[in-house]
Structures are given as C-alpha cells and as structure tokens.
C-alpha cells in the first residue's frame, strides 16, 4: 500500500510539471484515451486527495478546403515533389509522362493533346461509319434469305431421282471444250484419258464429271461444266464452219470477244467450245446456229426435226417460168432426189439490178439450193439463208455479227429445253 501511494504521488509530479499547450507530440484518439483510462484507474486508487492537472491538447487539424484544378505543370524538379503532393490533397490524379519537342520527359496531369485528338477522331469515324451502314440498309433492298440447307437423306434423293444421269466420255470431254466429240474418242482410244486413276479406252463409258476423277493429257478435267450457249450469227463470205484450217478464215473466230469474256462473265468455269448448226459453204451468207450444246445441234441437224430452210438467191441473167418450173420438180443430190417446199420469184427492187429467188427446202443436204438452181440453168451471183424454222434473221444484225438467243427463239427453233 505504501509502493502504490509512492507511484501515485510521482505520477501527480509528473503530469503537474507536463503542459502540452503546443503540438510538438501529437497524440491519436487511441493514445490519449488509454491515458485518460489509466489516470482514472490511479485516481480511484489514490487517497482523496484534491490534485488539479494542467493537461491541454492540440486542436484537430483543420479539413484542406477544395483548391482549383492546378494547371498542367511544364516540368517537376526533386525538390517540389512534397509541395505537389501537399497541393493535391486527396484528390486522386493520374500522372502523364510526355515528351516536349525538346525530347525531354515531363509530368502533367492532364492527357496529351494528340492522344485527345485521335480519341475525338476515332469516335466521329465512329458515327460516320454507323451513319453510313444505316443509309446503305435503308437505300438497299432486302436481300434474299439463304437457300435452306437440305439433309443429307433429301440431297440423296434428288441426286438419285433428279440429277443428271451419267453421260458418255467423249460427250463430257466435247462438253467441256477439250475437243469435239471426234477428236475426243481419238484420245480415249490413245489411252490418254484416265477416269479414277485407270486408263479408260471405251468413249461409251458412264461417267459422272462431279463424282467421277477425269484427266486428260495429265490435266485434270473441271468438276462444272460451262454453261449452254446458243448464238446467231450473220455469216459473211468468205468464212468456213468448221474449226481446226488454219489456211482459211473459220466462223468462230467472230467470237473472239466473247470467249476472251469467259472468264470475267463465269469465273473458275472452262471455256464453252463453239461449233456450227450445220455448215454454209464459204460462199454463202446469212443465218448460221452456233453453240455448244451437243444435244441441240443434233436435233437441228437430224431429218427427224423437218425444219425448213429458206434461202434467197441472186441470179446472173433473166428469169422466166420454165426456170421456176424446173427447180420446183427438184433434182439429185448426193443419189438422193430433193424437192423444195417453195419456190417463188420476188418482186424486183429499185437499188437491185439482178433478179431474186426465194427457195425453202427441207433436207438440208450440201449445196442442195445451188444443185436445184444449177440443174435449171441458171448461174447464182449470190446466196444467203434468211431463215431456219420459225427464227428469221434479224434485219439489223450486220454481217460478222452474233446475237444471243432467247427462250423463245430456241422454241421457234423447236428446241424444247
């Protein structure tokens, strides 16, 4: 009891002496709390004993009151870091380290100039692209929805009871331009042409050019086969039907143009081997079929098709009515006996000097309107086809030129595809 008076009384010195009316040692809210606790707990201990304290404490630090945002600062030396931060208080900012046009680093607080710009013009490209995709779906249409994806079981049963049928050899090979049909069993008689890795020496051969591997010569044969084509052309003279004389100027030359655009108008596509409907001799004129469909050209060509032919034939010298006679009674031609249809002689013109025949035949055998108009005694100045079946050429089609043929005139044709 003693030692507990002796600590009491010392402690009493000791905070009588001490005055804290300065902020030379702070002290925190924990701190001065447990003080108080323990001056409490010696004071209801100690003997009623009147003591007066002379204890004062610091004023709290008074709140930093909102400053100006500081302008962007040229440059940051060691000895101003404690101002700046000072000066910030608590406000968060995000420091940006540039290079001026002197090649010196810099701290600022603001982003640099360019970095805003290109932020300002990334979002008005932005708007102007978004502005752009809402025009263009309003100047549009809508486009078309998406071929339906078939099963496999649907896509079975078209290629079973829809698909082409397997063609012979030498037919693909002439549909795909690798020559004509000819030409192309010569080389699979050559052993030239291989279907599926093995040699193949038969052109009657089934094969399907989208299932089946087909090479020719080493090359192999495209999947797709070019797609049908069907011309008129206004022949000139002095121009063959047939393909391959190179001393002599052939018809399909005139398609230069077009086979040149083959590739722009059917892209990844073989080009398309043109031939003739038939044959005019090189000096006749007029109206010439020309395609590369196979099937077409032999239906035109075939005497089951019983298409008429009609020509106009201009004659050296007078014409009477024994000479109409003469060639209406027909003659032989090649062993068989040919009769026109028609023989009619027309009106004479004024800016036409030499009499016309207008004849239309049916057979369609070489020269058979010069052999009926030989076999009458008469001599042509000139020959030219205006007309096969129901198509008549075109008045305006100049000679050399071509014009593609529509839907309605392959019907008039008789072809029914």
Request: hydrophobic fraction near 35%; aromatic fraction near 6%.
């Amino acid at each position: 009891m003693a030692a507990l008076a002796a600590a009491v009384a010392a402690a009493s010195t000791a905070f009588t002496t001490l005055h804290l009316a300065k902020p030379a040692i702070l002290l925190s809210r924990r701190t001065r709390r447990h003080l108080r606790t323990i001056i409490t707990s010696s004071l209801s201990s100690a003997p009623s004993t009147t003591t007066e304290f002379n204890i004062t404490f610091a004023p709290p630090k008074p709140k930093p009151k909102p400053k100006p945002k500081p302008e962007p600062a040229e440059s940051l030396s060691p000895n101003s870091d404690h101002d700046s931060v000072s000066e910030l208080g608590e406000q968060l900012y995000i420091p940006w380290i540039v290079r001026d046009e002197n090649g010196n680093l810099t701290l600022q607080s603001t982003p640099p100039a360019r970095l805003l710009h290109e932020m300002a013009n990334a979002e008005t490209k932005k708007k102007m692209k978004k502005k752009k995709k809402e025009n263009d779906s309003k100047a549009k249409p809508a486009s078309p929805t998406t071929e339906p994806k078939f099963s496999k079981a649907a896509r079975r049963f078209y290629n079973e009871n829809f698909r082409d049928p397997p063609q012979r050899l030498s037919k693909v090979l002439a549909a795909a331009g690798v020559a004509s049909r000819r030409s192309s069993e010569e080389l699979i008689f050559g052993g030239k042409v291989t279907v599926n890795g093995s040699v193949c020496n038969t052109p009657q051969t089934r094969v399907d050019p989208v299932r089946d591997v087909i090479y020719v010569n080493g090359n192999r044969l495209a999947k797709k086969l070019p797609p049908k084509v069907y011309f008129a052309l206004n022949k000139p003279k002095g121009y063959i039907c047939s393909a391959g004389e190179k001393e002599t100027k052939s018809v399909l030359s005139l398609f230069n143009d077009f086979m040149k655009s083959c590739d722009k108008r059917n892209p990844g596509l073989p080009k398309p081997r043109l031939f003739t409907v038939g044959r005019l001799d090189v000096a006749t004129t007029g109206l010439i079929i020309v395609t590369n469909d196979g099937d077409f050209a032999q239906k035109l060509s075939h005497p089951s098709s019983n298409l008429s032919k009609e020509y106009i034939a201009t004659i050296d010298g007078s014409v009477n009515k024994r000479h109409l006679v003469t060639i209406s009674e027909g003659t032989l031609v090649e062993g068989v006996q040919c009769t026109p249809d028609i023989v009619e002689l027309l009106q004479p013109q004024p800016d036409l000097s030499r009499p016309r025949i207008r004849i239309v035949v049916h057979e369609g055998r070489n020269h058979e309107v010069r052999e009926l108009v030989k076999n009458a005694g008469l001599e042509i100045h000139a020959l030219k086809r205006v007309r096969i079946g129901g198509f008549r050429l075109p008045s305006d089609l100049a000679l050399g030129k071509h014009v593609e043929l529509k839907q309605a005139n392959l019907q008039a044709l008789g072809w029914k595809s």
